[in-house]
């Protein structure tokens, strides 16, 4: 009993997406809706098998990996000393936090010429925009965490007379640990959505080019494949993200 | 039990994600030659640069000659305009009109060479169901368009013959990529384009080529520009560039079949699209004549009179010599 409701358990997430796959190929194959505008999933695996096969698929996924790797890895360290620097300092928060705040709600694709002009059309510029992107969800994730610690914990800390670096490693940085990691989560997902951006930047390698270079001739199953590795992107980073997150707040549950 | 588990999937999860990014890193950075002398070149699709990279010759004569030529693919002209006034390009196919507004906003850039025409292959296609049959019949329908593209020059031009003004047709700008899509739907009457969208639309859509670039004295010809900054310090350059491109469009013009296989692989088209729009464009690639400098100035004029621009251009001050 026990046993089967974990099985249904498992399954259940799956069913939308295979359901819509399973009705989206019938009403091809039926003719209900135009091959032209809509091509059958089945058409979308042939596409990947051919693009696999010139290895031109390999090539602009490993690129955009490395592409949303290093910008995730540089916005998110950049938001979370940010983060810890106004939340522990007054005078940093008085003199970074409205500039912050002012910066983070640009629209991304507002940026693209001015990075262009300051950086040109090569890897730092793709790089930069998706750093930026990744650091506001973390540095508005870490400053909120630090600041929302329970102010009895602190003065307990210092009544033990804790030093700033062991009032920070034992308290501020573990309690304010939850809301960092949902601040990366974010993140993640941000990364990919700023990357497509990125990468319609005059860019001749990378999934959103492919995207944008089928876009031009309307080829909508190559469109479709984009689309579909981006949710699978989305999935996978959101998969290490929890499971980062399960493994980090064990001491919690 | 579950949280080993756990663990594992985590590592196991990072480590490939960490491999895979390693690996296009590699593709990035991996392939570079230190000792030859790096030249960007930037164009659009199916246009006569990438061509020269398909056929292969181009990079090996430059490779002989100490030039290591890398190209970079652009969307449209007005994307290129911006990469090529910061520097960021060395060279840029273009049509006609992207260096013209770019001349009139400032941008330091010098017409190196001139390639061939396409005014049979450029115009304003009409959808089956649209009613249109002849250019006049365009008067307050809904045409789509590119600011900043040849596509603009197509619309106006095409108005100016018709003794129209902008206010008797329903412009809408869109990028290249959103027309193609609402001229399929059926979103727009009419969508003032170039090839291959032009034969994709005949062939795919049965769309009717209402107006084409010879009926209204619109040549599309195509340049191939370069930052003032560069060109005149490289003119040895420049004429190497010219010439061998030039032998590449020689190349392409007597291999139409071995070319339409290749086109249409690398841009993903129907083989039948690519071979119209190769029978009605002839390549070429040599340098300025006086003949392309006035098609460029009659724009220029166009546009400033129409306002599209705000500051004359004098095209013959910014062509190589």
Same mark, same amino acid.
């Given at each position: 009993?026990n !046993? !089967?409701?974990?099985?249904?358990?498992?399954m259940?997430?799956? %069913?939308?997406?295979?359901?819509?796959?399973?009705?989206?190929?019938?009403?091809?194959?039926?003719?209900?809706i135009?091959l032209?505008?809509?091509?059958?999933?089945?058409?979308?695996?042939?596409?990947?098998w051919n693009?696999?096969?010139?290895?031109?698929?390999q !090539?602009?996924?490993s690129?955009?990996?490395?592409?949303a790797?290093?910008?995730?890895?540089?916005?998110?360290?950049?938001?979370?000393? *940010?983060?810890?620097?106004?939340?522990?300092?007054?005078?940093?928060?008085l003199?970074?936090?409205?500039?912050?705040?002012?910066?983070?709600?640009?629209?991304h694709?507002?940026?693209i010429p %001015?990075?262009?002009?300051?950086m040109?059309?090569?890897?730092?510029?793709?790089?930069?925009?998706v750093?930026?992107?990744? *650091?506001?969800?973390?540095?508005?994730?870490?400053?909120?965490?630090?600041?929302?610690?329970?102010?009895?914990?602190?003065?307990?800390?210092r009544s033990?007379?804790?030093s700033?670096?062991k009032l920070?490693?034992?308290?501020?940085?573990?309690s304010?640990?939850?809301?960092?990691?949902?601040?990366?989560?974010?993140?993640?997902g941000?990364m990919?959505?700023?990357?497509?951006?990125a990468e319609?930047?005059?860019?001749?390698?990378g999934?959103?080019?492919?995207?944008?270079?089928?876009?031009?001739?309307t080829?909508?199953d190559t469109? *479709?494949?984009c689309?579909?590795i981006y949710?699978?992107?989305?999935k996978?980073s959101?998969?290490i993200?929890?499971?980062l997150e399960?493994? *980090?707040l064990?001491?919690?549950? | 039990?579950?949280?080993?588990?756990?663990k594992?999937l985590?590592?196991?999860?990072v480590?490939?994600?960490?491999?895979?990014?390693?690996y296009g890193?590699?593709?990035?950075?991996?392939? $570079? $030659?230190?000792?030859?002398?790096k030249v960007?070149?930037g164009?659009?699709a199916?246009d006569?640069?990438?061509i020269?990279?398909?056929?292969?010759?181009? #990079?090996?004569?430059m490779?002989?000659?100490?030039?290591?030529?890398s190209?970079r693919?652009?969307?449209?002209?007005?994307a290129?305009m911006?990469?090529?006034?910061s520097g960021?390009? /060395?060279?840029?196919?273009?049509?006609d009109?992207?260096p013209v507004?770019?001349?009139?906003?400032?941008?330091?850039?010098?017409?190196?060479?001139a390639?061939?025409?396409?005014?049979?292959?450029?115009?304003?296609?009409?959808?089956?169901?649209?009613?249109?049959k002849?250019?006049? $019949?365009l008067?307050?329908?809904?045409?789509a368009?590119?600011?900043?593209?040849?596509?603009?020059?197509?619309?106006?031009?095409?108005?100016?013959?018709l003794?129209?003004?902008t /206010? /008797?047709?329903?412009?809408?700008?869109?990028?290249?990529?959103?027309?193609?899509l609402?001229f399929?739907?059926?979103?727009?009457d009419?969508?003032?384009?170039w090839d291959?969208?032009?034969?994709?639309?005949?062939?795919?859509? @049965?769309?009717?080529?209402?107006?084409?670039?010879?009926?209204?004295g #619109?040549?599309?010809?195509?340049?191939?520009?370069?930052?003032?900054?560069?060109?005149?310090?490289?003119?040895?350059?420049?004429?190497? #560039?010219?010439?061998y491109?030039?032998?590449?469009?020689?190349?392409?013009?007597s291999?139409t079949?071995?070319?339409t296989?290749?086109?249409a692989?690398?841009? $993903?088209?129907?083989?039948k699209?690519?071979?119209r729009?190769?029978e009605?464009?002839?390549f070429?690639?040599?340098?300025?004549?006086?003949r392309?400098?006035?098609?460029e @100035?009659?724009?220029?004029?166009?546009?400033?009179?129409?306002?599209?621009?705000?500051?004359?251009?004098q095209i013959?001050?910014? #062509?190589?010599?």
């Amino acid at each position: 009993m026990n !046993k !089967k409701s974990i099985t249904i358990e498992r399954m259940l997430p799956w %069913l939308l997406p295979l359901g819509m796959v399973l009705i989206w190929e019938s009403a091809v194959r039926l003719n209900i809706i135009t091959l032209d505008l809509l091509p059958a999933p089945t058409e979308i695996f042939v596409d990947a098998w051919n693009l696999l096969r010139t290895g031109e698929l390999q !090539k602009n996924l490993s690129i955009s990996l490395y592409r949303a790797t290093v910008g995730f890895l540089l916005g998110g360290s950049i938001g979370f000393i *940010l983060g810890v620097l106004n939340g522990t300092s007054k005078v940093c928060r008085l003199l970074l936090d409205s500039t912050v705040q002012m910066l983070r709600n640009i629209p991304h694709l507002s940026l693209i010429p %001015l990075l262009i002009l300051f950086m040109g059309i090569g890897e730092t510029s793709k790089v930069t925009l998706v750093a930026i992107g990744c *650091l506001f969800p973390v540095y508005i994730n870490t400053y909120h965490g630090i600041t929302s610690i329970d102010p009895r914990l602190m003065e307990m800390g210092r009544s033990y007379g804790m030093s700033r670096v062991k009032l920070f490693t034992k308290i501020i940085f573990p309690s304010a640990l939850p809301t960092i990691l949902v601040g990366i989560r974010y993140a993640l997902g941000v990364m990919w959505t700023t990357l497509i951006v990125a990468e319609t930047v005059s860019s001749s390698s990378g999934i959103g080019y492919m995207a944008n270079d089928a876009q031009q001739f309307t080829n909508m199953d190559t469109i *479709l494949l984009c689309i579909i590795i981006y949710a699978l992107f989305g999935k996978i980073s959101d998969l290490i993200a929890k499971n980062l997150e399960d493994w *980090l707040l064990e001491w919690q549950s | 039990m579950q949280r080993t588990k756990r663990k594992s999937l985590l590592i196991i999860l990072v480590t490939v994600w960490t491999l895979i990014a390693i690996y296009g890193w590699q593709q990035i950075y991996g392939q $570079d $030659d230190k000792s030859l002398t790096k030249v960007v070149i930037g164009y659009q699709a199916g246009d006569e640069i990438e061509i020269a990279k398909l056929h292969g010759s181009f #990079v090996k004569k430059m490779k002989a000659k100490g030039y290591a030529v890398s190209f970079r693919e652009f969307q449209n002209g007005s994307a290129m305009m911006q990469a090529l006034a910061s520097g960021k390009i /060395d060279y840029g196919r273009v049509g006609d009109t992207p260096p013209v507004s770019a001349l009139a906003s400032g941008t330091k850039l010098t017409f190196v060479g001139a390639g061939g025409t396409r005014s049979l292959g450029s115009g304003i296609v009409v959808t089956k169901k649209s009613w249109i049959k002849k250019a006049s $019949d365009l008067a307050g329908k809904k045409i789509a368009y590119t600011r900043g593209t040849s596509s603009q020059y197509m619309v106006l031009k095409t108005l100016k013959k018709l003794g129209l003004t902008t /206010d /008797d047709v329903n412009l809408v700008n869109m990028d290249t990529n959103s027309a193609a899509l609402a001229f399929a739907k059926g979103k727009v009457d009419a969508w003032a384009t170039w090839d291959p969208y032009v034969s994709k639309a005949e062939l795919k859509q @049965q769309a009717k080529l209402v107006v084409s670039g010879s009926d209204v004295g #619109v040549q599309n010809r195509n340049f191939l520009v370069s930052p003032t900054s560069f060109a005149s310090k490289h003119q040895e350059l420049n004429s190497l #560039v010219v010439k061998y491109l030039g032998e590449d469009m020689q190349w392409a013009n007597s291999h139409t079949t071995v070319l339409t296989k290749k086109l249409a692989a690398a841009l $993903d088209l129907d083989r039948k699209v690519v071979q119209r729009m190769l029978e009605r464009r002839t390549f070429a690639l040599q340098k300025m004549s006086q003949r392309a400098i006035k098609e460029e @100035q009659i724009i220029s004029n166009l546009f400033y009179a129409q306002k599209v621009i705000k500051k004359k251009v004098q095209i013959s001050s910014y #062509v190589e010599k």
